[in-house]
């Protein structure tokens, strides 16, 4: 599986941006997919993921009811609209994605994409 994020960038505070990840590959339709970040001097962390029936939603919980993740199988992507960005959302974003069924806590997803960066100012 190939994952490629775009959509990064510099915005403000209160801002939204949404993020989009095309997939490639193996059976895009059967993974769970996801978004993790990394900020500055952070370790990686989960932000959030979608079954692959597309019916279960995780999140994190500092993002829940500003970020929604969502994924259209028929044209392989997953996307991550972030809104009311705060300073703290500032990292790397990565795609991820997991064969079959995954939930947080069952450790690190299987495939990672390179990064976009998103960086929120005051």
């Known amino acids: 599986v190939q994952l490629q994020a775009s959509g990064g960038g510099l915005v403000q505070a209160g801002d939204s941006l949404r993020l989009s990840c095309a997939a490639s590959g193996r059976i895009f339709s059967k993974y769970t997919l996801g978004w993790s970040r990394q900020a500055p001097g952070k370790e990686r962390e989960f932000v959030a993921a979608i079954s692959w029936r597309g019916g279960t939603t995780y999140y994190q919980d500092s993002v829940k009811g500003r970020f929604t993740i969502s994924r259209d199988n028929a044209k392989n992507t997953v996307t991550l609209q972030m809104d009311s960005l705060k300073l703290e959302d500032t990292a790397v974003y990565y795609c991820?994605?997991?064969?079959?069924?995954?939930?947080?806590?069952?450790?690190?997803?299987?495939?990672w994409g390179k990064g976009t960066l998103v960086t929120v100012s005051s």
């Open positions: 991820t994605a997991n064969p079959g069924d995954w939930r947080p806590g069952r450790g690190r997803m299987d495939y």
